[in-house]
């Protein structure tokens, strides 16, 4: 039987650390979704609030099914928060609702990464769901220009992961920065914060190693091929 030795020793560590990050953000949006905010502000309020401070009046909040399915929506300038962040008074609503806002700011401020990323999403998309099967092709039926074709569509759905790093560290430093410049919380209830949005943080980290070991992982295969 064959073992792909290089999808052990490369993607499989960086699956269990998906995992992992996976957990923990759902641990901690859990235990901070439990601790209400002294003002009482929900997460819709609190969105409204750092919007309005920063002179942006043309973007809409709107609720979305789900849980942890909050995002910013550049095409239609929409911030559609889920039911526990769009009505809920807690910590965590509050953290997440202002990461999606610093998401509109970067939009309305022109931040270079976010019109970037927006501009690679067609390339991702494509990439993702096709490049690799068309690589694991032209590796089973030696054709080096599907090959090189597979690993080129998959390469820009890397590039996609890896500016989406800046885009969301950039959000959560200004959630932060926006949240204590306007006294939407108090100093321990942005430590609860802090720890809400670094735990995000760790799956666009883990999803971007994951993309980088499968793709190099494609490019040793297809070295060893040759």
């Known amino acids: 039987m064959y073992i792909d030795m290089y999808y052990l020793i490369l993607v499989v560590p960086t699956i ?9 953000v759902k ?7 439990r601790v209400k905010c ?8 609190a969105a409204q609030i750092l919007m309005d401070a920063n002179n942006i009046s043309n973007v809409r909040i709107e609720p979305v099914a789900g849980s942890l399915t909050d ?10 928060l889920s039911q526990p962040v769009y009505d809920e008074p807690s ?11 610093g998401h509109a700011i970067q939009h309305a401020r022109g931040y270079g990464p976010l019109g970037l990323r927006s501009f690679l999403v067609p390339v991702a998309n494509i990439g993702s769901s096709i490049g690799p099967w068309l690589a694991v092709a032209g590796l089973v039926m030696s054709l080096e220009p599907l090959l090189t074709v597979g690993i080129i569509l998959f390469a820009g759905a890397v590039a996609f992961y890896l500016i989406t790093l ?19 919380l108090t100093g321990p209830e942005l430590v609860g914060v802090r720890k809400v949005l670094t735990a995000a943080a760790m799956t666009y980290v883990a999803s971007a190693l994951t993309a980088v070991m ?6 040793l295969l297809s070295r060893r091929r040759r």
């Open 71 to 80: 995002h910013y929506d550049p095409a239609h300038r929409v911030l559609r």
């Open 38 to 45: 002294s003002r009482g502000i929900t997460g819709a309020a």
């Open 166 to 184: 800046p885009v969301e560290f950039n959000a959560s430093s200004r959630a932060l920065a926006i949240l204590k410049q306007n006294d939407v």
């Open 214 to 219: 499968s793709l190099l992982r494609l490019i």
């Open 27 to 33: 641990s901690a949006f859990s235990k901070y979704s």
């Open 91 to 101: 910590i965590a609503a509050v953290g997440v609702a202002a990461h999606e806002t």
């Open 16 to 24: 269990f650390l998906s995992l992992w990050a996976q957990f923990m």
